[in-house]
């Protein structure tokens, strides 16, 4: 009798592991397309950043036709723009430390670019020459979709890090090297109202 307790056990156990292996495996695989997704979207964060970046000579040689005078706002474009394509970052490098600066160097062009477009208002011949008029669209659009990737972005992290936190994952997360993975935050002055004139 003590023979057959000792048996139901055994089986029980192993039945148990097995039933935990395999879960454990469903969930890894669950990782691995949870961590693909988030590797899919930051391409396309930096696709996007990219797609901004090319439009900017074009600007900045259309304003440079119009304004003369404006050499100082020019180079800090140029010289932003310049930074921001040097820093890339590889999937499987993102950290707080590599976002960080990242998004550092994309916000410093992001003011540079503002700066651009306000010295633009005091020329009305340049703001109504079509080839800036439809650059300034192609940006606003690239603007809108960078808003879009980095929001897809957010949400395959929170996604992924939630998944390797959660039990009975986190206790082999880390075994696998799943790691969390960093998240945009919001650029200095952001919590104000931008001021429009007309």
């Not at 998944?163 to 090297?177: D, E, R």
Request: with cysteine; glycine share 4%; net charge neutral.
């Amino acid at each position: 009798m003590k023979i057959k307790s000792i048996l139901y056990r055994v089986l029980a156990v192993v039945a148990l592991f097995g039933a935990s292996s395999g879960l454990s495996s469903c969930n890894y695989n669950s990782l691995v397309e949870e961590q693909q997704t988030v590797d899919q979207t930051w391409a396309e964060v930096e696709n996007q950043y990219q797609r901004r970046a090319d439009l900017i000579p074009n600007l900045v040689n259309t304003v440079k036709g119009y304004s003369q005078h404006e050499s100082e706002t020019l180079e800090k474009v140029t010289l932003a723009r310049a930074k921001a394509t040097s820093i890339t970052i590889n999937a499987d490098d993102l950290d707080e430390e590599n976002l960080k600066k990242f998004q550092q160097a994309q916000d410093d062009l992001s003011g540079a670019l503002k700066s651009l477009l306000a010295v633009t208002e005091a020329y009305p011949d340049l703001k109504a020459n079509e080839n800036f008029m439809n650059l300034q669209a192609q940006l606003e659009g690239t603007e809108n979709r960078i808003t879009i990737a980095r929001r897809n972005y957010t949400e395959a992290v929170r996604q992924y890090n939630t998944s390797i936190k959660k039990f009975p994952t986190t206790i082999y997360a880390g075994w696998f090297g799943f790691k969390p993975k960093p998240q945009f935050t919001a650029a200095a002055g952001a919590d104000r109202a931008p001021e429009v004139k007309f």
